[in-house]
């Protein structure tokens, strides 16, 4: 009788550590986002801007396309 309680506590323990850990990695990632969110067109027409290059929509898709690639490779 006390094995089964063990195996179920185990069980029941697991449980909670995999939604417990799920729920703070959301935590941490949806903070993170916020802090640092993905670059977009407008952020690379303004990085290029800067930079001293005219940014025409060619090139910003051309860079978009190339970081979503990069991105994908990970």
Do not use: C, D, H
């Amino acid at each position: 009788m006390s094995t089964i309680w063990v195996v179920l506590i185990a069980i029941a323990a697991l449980v909670a550590g995999v939604a417990l850990g799920f729920f703070i990695a959301r935590k941490y990632m949806m903070s993170y986002l916020k802090k640092n969110p993905p670059i977009n067109e407008q952020m690379l027409r303004t990085l290029m801007m800067q930079m001293g290059q005219k940014p025409s929509q060619k090139k910003i898709n051309q860079m978009m396309r190339a970081m979503n690639n990069q991105s994908g490779k990970e």
